[in-house]
């Protein structure tokens, strides 16, 4: 069959650089390794009008069109889902991701046929082979859809998909590569971690627990890419890099052996980044890593789940630092705490001085414990099903909290703005790549660059 999927843009108002969706990929891979011909148009980087979106889609002339939808990017999913009904009545429609499995009944009334619950390689596959009879569905698992008589059916869950292991290497050439600017990765899936701000793929798409790649294949994945497409910089997109320590230090010292000629980037949890860790990590070529800070506070990380507290944040930059791995550092204002205790992130971001500091307001994204339950954490919600609202990048109206004004909230933004300017940390609407020190907060015009 002919197979098109679509990566809605997402409206963060400051994204500045593109990874190349993962997820769709290996979806792409596993149907073209079927014997389907399937195309990827990513709207982040193949551009805002709708209008190529639709050019490109009547150009190849599919029979199933599959749509990746998380929040951010929903309310233009929903637009160009009607368009299609409107335009290409005879399509089969398709949704998955986080939002459409939180959601899928949304999705069924925007005009969607059916929704893939789940991870969606396995469930898509099979899904094709009867997509025509869908009178068949019920005997598929991973599905929620509509019947004959318009009553919602929802199919008992599919089993997790296949190992790590026996996973295929996602086939690059699905993708319109010269849009992007370095190439991404995946090494483990999931989250162990319960941060009550956090809506990540554990209990939304893998329903528990987490997975890891082996060793053995996420080298196999970045020679690969050095050796097949020239890659030079490759961004690991894991919520936490390789989960485990002892997983981490036998990567490092397999790229190390091997001299793979590739730098690389990942995102961590802080306190797992001792000295040892971060030697090895610099030997291996890591350029940069990312850690979720989120608070200066102990009290605020504490109530937010976060698992950490202002010690183990100290020890974790201060060893990445002296290894010589650039550090970037995301903080969220207005996470459940007092107007004193907010102000405590200030002086802590002047005594760690990481490279960079990223400021975001905080957003309840549906499927965290925030938007389920707001007012038990002191936060208003006046639309839950405003979308738009819930994007990082700006400050979002239909978010308030009990416990700090929105007039307060811009005044710790302007005071942040002023402590840090004072350090000599330049905004990112000035940065240049020579600058060391850059920061970025939600008065912002654009954010940082994933590379330097």
Known sequence: MRVFLVVPRCLNPKQTYREYPLGVGLIATALRQQGHDVAVYDQNAEGADDELLLARLHQFAPQVVGFSVITPNYPVARRQIARLRSQCPGVYVLAGGIHANLFPEDLLADGVDVVVLGEGQAVTAALLDRVHDPRTWRDLPGLAYRDGRGELVRTPPAAEGPAQSDLPIIDRDVYSLPLYTHHSMLASLGCPYHCKFCCNYTGTILREGISIRPCARV???????????????????????????????????????????????????????????????????????????????????????????????RLGIQNAKNAGIRVKTGWIFGLPGTLQEQYESLPFMRELRPHEISIHQLIPFPGTDYYNRPAEHGLRIRDPKDFESFCYGGLSDNISFDYLSHAELLRLLEDAVEVLEAEGYVHSDRATAEDQYVYSTPLSGRSMSVFR
């Not at 890659?231 to 790229?255: G, K, M, N, P």
């Not at 989120?294 to 605020?300: L, N």
């Open 219 to 313: 080298i196999e994945e970045l020679r690969y890419l050095a050796e097949r497409y020239g890659a030079e910089r490759v961004f690991f997109v894991d919520d936490v890099f390789l989960l485990h320590r002892s997983s981490i230090l036998e990567f490092c010292r397999r790229v190390s052996q091997e001299r793979l000629p590739v730098q690389w980037i990942a995102q961590m949890r802080v306190e797992v980044m001792d000295r040892q860790v971060a030697e090895e990590m610099a030997a291996a070529q890591c350029q940069r890593v990312y850690f979720g800070v989120e608070s200066g506070c102990d009290a605020i990380l504490r109530r937010a789940g976060k698992g950490i507290d202002r010690e183990s944040i």
